[in-house]
């Protein structure tokens, strides 16, 4: 690891890199000014809950999120509604998120209740006017709870939707929305909708129906757009009787987004820092790319099967979590093995390495947890992260090495040529 003094040009590039960085925190303590936030546990159920600040008697909406996910994934609908006048419970679903507890689907209907009961308790909140929102499997259960109590939800919203035994009077007034990309999804909606007795605007008698397609994204990336949020608020506006009076949008994963481009423009200004010639091993660029081609295509074949023989969507007790650091092992492996060389070990190696780490960490986290990721391991996962980050070491290894390949030339060749 070598040590060099900065010039001007990286000194203003951290510079400029500490003015994102400082203006993205800004901007997303400006999203929730005016609004009342309070974590909450209730049954060992994580709960998050938003509202106006001082509200009275105001509509209550539940926000359910989808598999894989968890109630941060959920939280730009929660901004667009706490903003425009309602208060907002959302929860993490067992086995998702902060909620320690082994998924068991047939208890999900719990998690909603235990949320709807902590909702009930907020001063905030008008008990005779409540309505769900939820996005893939928390649609499915947000949708099967207004058809198990009619009377108590005014409204559903299911985004991308799953599974319902939904009629022409329960739940009511159903709001389908699905993703121009989702495919199946907008098939699925179609199906609801024709089962639910066809699009209408009957509010009063609670057998409002409607289909909205959002242009122009998928799966998850419907969960930031604009015209999804606007359209569930539209909604459950009509459904309450309420003005269309807010004027807020959610922009913060663009603030999101320039909070990791600061991060990145600071790490590029301090790269000439940490020389990567000791980590640099020569090798014919057929191999590297042919590692680069060949080892997630064997990763993925893997997995195919291995899936059969192992649990690998729960592998570990985390959803999703446990099947990537299988993939990373099998494709790092197999690169290993393609390149068939090890890195030299140096302690200059190492400490870089866990800085960098601890950089990217920071960098790619430390803003997640109150925008979209629940990004802090609660004990249960933090136990796992050693042996899934033993399972990416010899993909990112190999990344690493193949990375610095390219650069090496034009950076370690002297060390005046750092601008």
């Known amino acids: 690891m070598r040590f060099l003094p900065l010039s001007r ?21 400006t999203a929730r000014a005016g609004l009342e936030v309070r974590s909450l546990q209730q049954e060992d159920v994580p709960l998050l809950y938003l509202a106006p600040q001082q509200a009275k008697a105001v509509p209550g909406v539940l ?19 706490a903003h425009a006048g309602y208060a907002v419970m959302l929860w993490d679903f067992d086995g998702h998120g902060a909620n320690e507890a082994r998924l068991q689907r047939y208890e999900l209907q719990q998690n909603l209740d235990v949320a709807l009961q902590a909702l009930l308790q907020q001063p905030e909140v008008d008990p005779t006017r409540l309505a769900l929102l939820g996005h893939s499997m928390g649609s499915g259960i947000a949708m099967m709870a207004s058809i198990r109590a009619p009377d108590r939800f005014a409204a559903t919203v299911a985004v991308s939707p799953t599974g319902a035994s939904v009629t022409p009077q329960a739940p009511r007034n159903l709001q389908l929305q699905a993703g121009s ?19 209408n605007q009957n509010f009063a008698m609670g057998q409002a129906r409607e289909f909205v397609i959002i242009p122009g994204v998928e799966h998850i990336t419907i969960l930031f757009s604009d015209d999804s949020h606007q359209a569930a608020l ?11 009076d807010s004027q807020y949008r959610d922009r913060r994963m663009a603030w999101y987004g320039l909070h990791l481009l600061g991060w990145l423009i600071g790490l590029a200004a301090l790269a000439p820092w940490i020389s990567k010639s000791d980590i640099a091993v020569e090798v014919a660029p057929l191999r590297r790319w042919a590692g680069l081609v060949v080892a997630p295509l064997v990763a993925v074949a893997g997995l195919l099967l291995l899936n059969p023989q192992f649990n ?3 592998l570990g007790g985390v959803q999703v979590g446990g099947a990537v650091g299988v993939w990373f092992l099998i494709a790092g492996s197999v690169w290993l093995g393609l390149l068939a060389r ?32 629940q990004w802090w391991l609660i004990p249960s996962r933090l136990r796992l992260w050693f042996p899934l980050a033993i399972a990416c070491l010899p993909w990112w290894d190999f990344a690493t090495r193949f990375t610095s390949l390219q650069l090496d030339p034009p950076i370690c060749n002297s060390t005046h040529q750092f601008i």
């Open 63 to 81: 926000i359910a999120h989808g598999f894989a996910g968890s109630k941060q994934l959920m939280l730009s609908y929660a901004h667009v509604l």
């Open 9 to 29: 040009k990286r000194l203003g590039l951290l510079l400029a890199a500490a003015l994102l960085i400082v203006s993205s925190w800004l901007g997303i303590t």
């Open 234 to 244: 539209r909604w459950l506006n009509t459904t309450f009787g309420k003005a269309q």
């Open 342 to 373: 090890l890195p030299r070990f140096t302690w200059g190696t190492l400490i870089s390495g866990l800085v960098l780490f601890l950089l990217l960490w920071i960098a790619f986290g430390g803003m997640a947890q109150v925008v979209w990721l």
């Open 312 to 314: 690998l969507q729960d």
């Open 181 to 199: 990309g989702e495919g199946g999804f907008v098939a699925n909606a179609q199906r609801l909708l024709a089962q639910a007795g066809g699009e």
